[in-house]
Structure formats: structure tokens, C-alpha cells
């Protein structure tokens, strides 16, 4: 049963450059969350979606950054633009159930912007 | 609003000694509570998790934490350190009720030392 799947594992942009990240849930799960992580900082809650709607997007930086789950395929977090301080962890996290569901994570996609 | 405070970015103990992590939240809603382990350069896995059920919580790896609503503290224990133990530790709060993100608190890093 595999769990919550991010691509790539390690991405590498320019500034000025698109990063798309890729988040597969769990089998089952409607659910989708994307968390980014700075260095020696806790993770830090952008978006919540679930398929083909955006339920909250409270954490998400007003520019450049968007997030959609479609119908079919794997959630994207895209990224236009890049800058430095964009480098960083971000982690999406998938769950069964709306209330009280737990979360799990996946591996983490790093992005490092030149 | 919610809030997650762990005590002490770094917590160092012997092998075989008690592991205690601290972890205090504000929520204006009754919350569910989790602790997740990171290794590095991997993503989160659940350690326990906390939802208004029982208030003495059991995890994996022996891990425990209570909820103690009069002090809005959810402390994570082992009786016994292990050399694989040696990771981060992160304490977050949702607030049940709706599908938000969950709260993160900074992290402590667990130090085993031989």
C-alpha cells in the first residue's frame, strides 16, 4: 500500500524560473495538504484541497505561488518565478477523512533556487 | 488562532534514560494533537496522535504523550532512550472540527548520547 508520493525528490531552479512539485496521495484519499519547511524552522501550512476545488489557501504567498488537485492526476504546487528565498522543504500530506483526519506525509520535495 | 510551543530547540540524553519533549498549544477550539518524528532528509512520520478520546496516548516506539487540558500541554515521553531515537520532533495542533492545516511547533532535536 504506498503511501503519500512527492517528484521530484530534488529540484533546481534559476531565479526567474518555474518549479512545479508533484504530490500522489495515499490510495484512497481525498485530501490534500502542502506544508513548506525553512531551514531550522518547523513546517509552515500553505494550501488545502481537495479534488478540483482549493478549500483553503490561508498559507499561500499572495503572488506567484498556485496549487490545484484535478480530477484526475496528482496535486501540483507551482512556483512561477523563483527566487532565493523560495529554497526550502515542502511537504504534502494527504488524508481519508475532513474531520479529525490524520495526516500523512510524504518524503519532501527540496528545492534550491540558484 | 492556534499556537504550538516546544520547549527547547535541543534535548540531549543518555541512552537508556528518560526522553521527555515538551509541547504546549492554544487553540479556541478543542483540539486533536499529534507528535511526528522527522530523520533527516525525510518526511514526517506519525508518532501518536490525540483526539479527545483517552488522555494518556500510546504511540509507536514507545513512545507516549498526555493531554493535560488544565496546563494546554501535550508532552511527549519514552521511558527508555534508544540510539535510534536520535531525531527531530515535531508537536502540531488542529482544530478538529474543520479540515484546516495543522499548526506546527518549531521542532525539538532529540541528542542520544552513548
Known amino acids: 500500500n504506498a503511501g503519500v508520493m512527492q517528484n521530484p525528490r530534488h529540484l533546481v531552479r534559476r531565479r526567474g524560473q518555474e518549479a512545479r512539485l508533484r504530490c500522489s496521495p495515499m490510495?484512497?484519499?481525498?485530501?490534500v495538504y502542502w506544508y513548506r519547511q525553512l531551514p531550522e524552522e518547523g513546517l509552515k501550512f500553505m494550501v488545502y484541497l481537495q479534488k478540483e476545488n482549493i478549500i483553503d489557501e490561508s498559507g499561500m504567498p499572495k503572488e506567484r505561488f498556485s496549487a490545484e488537485f484535478p480530477k484526475e492526476g496528482p496535486s501540483i504546487l507551482r512556483i512561477q518565478q523563483v527566487v532565493r528565498g523560495d529554497s526550502a522543504a515542502y511537504f504534502c500530506?494527504?488524508?481519508?477523512?475532513?474531520?479529525?483526519?490524520?495526516?500523512?506525509f510524504g518524503p519532501g520535495t527540496r528545492l534550491t533556487v540558484l | 488562532a492556534q499556537s504550538v510551543t516546544q520547549l527547547g530547540s535541543h534535548v540531549s540524553v543518555s541512552e537508556g534514560a528518560l526522553v521527555l519533549l515538551r509541547c504546549n498549544y492554544s487553540?479556541?477550539?478543542?483540539?486533536?494533537l499529534f507528535w511526528y518524528v522527522q530523520y533527516p532528509n525525510q518526511g514526517l512520520q506519525l508518532l501518536l496522535k490525540?483526539?479527545?478520546?483517552?488522555?494518556l496516548v500510546k504511540g509507536i516506539n514507545g513512545f507516549e504523550a498526555e493531554f493535560k487540558k488544565s496546563e494546554t500541554s501535550f508532552h511527549l515521553t519514552k521511558p527508555s532512550a534508544h540510539m535510534s531515537d536520535a531525531a527531530e520532533y515535531f508537536c502540531?495542533?488542529?482544530?478538529?472540527?474543520?479540515?484546516?492545516?495543522?499548526?506546527f511547533g518549531k521542532g525539538t532535536h532529540l541528542i542520544i548520547q552513548p
Open positions: 490525540y483526539t479527545s478520546a483517552a488522555t
Open positions: 500530506a494527504s488524508s481519508g477523512t475532513r474531520e479529525y483526519g490524520t495526516q500523512y
Open positions: 502540531a495542533v488542529g482544530s478538529g472540527g474543520g479540515a484546516d492545516g495543522l499548526t
Open positions: 490510495k484512497g484519499h481525498s485530501h
Open positions: 487553540s479556541s477550539v478543542p483540539p486533536y
